[in-house]
């Protein structure tokens, strides 16, 4: 099983900038041969699709509301996923989560270890 815990979340204004981190372990597993994604969930909303990134960090997909703002990467060396956000937006207020999986392109479905998640907040 892996453990992921996000950080990096806070209030910012509209047009600024954050990056978030999720930094996985856990008993044996590797993290290079994972798949990793972001997901977002805004209060009365279901949980969305945010960005995905292959195990090798060699592809990677966005929802068509991020794209051109937000960059997800990986540094397998430090088991750690990025998701740097730029010219935040008011709809971008939600709590981000991290998610694992083994298939790719990994759907919600195929997450099978989630964090805990971490509040972005974006005011007008």
């Known amino acids: 099983q892996v453990q992921l815990v996000e950080s990096g979340g806070g209030l910012v204004q509209a047009g600024g900038s954050l990056r978030l981190s999720c930094a996985a372990s856990g008993h044996i597993f590797s993290f290079s041969r994972l798949n990793m994604g972001w997901y977002r969930q805004a209060p009365g909303k279901e949980r969305e699709f945010v960005a995905r990134i292959s195990w090798s960090g060699g592809s990677t997909n966005y929802a068509d509301s991020v794209k051109g703002r937000f960059t997800i990467s990986r540094d397998n060396a430090k088991n750690t996923v990025y998701l740097q956000m730029a010219s935040l937006k008011p709809e971008d207020t939600a709590v981000y989560y991290c998610?694992?999986?083994?298939?790719?392109?990994?759907?919600?479905?195929?997450?099978?270890?989630w964090g805990q998640g971490t509040q972005v907040t974006v005011s007008a």
């Open positions: 998610g694992s999986a083994s298939t790719w392109p990994a759907r919600s479905g195929d997450f099978d270890s």
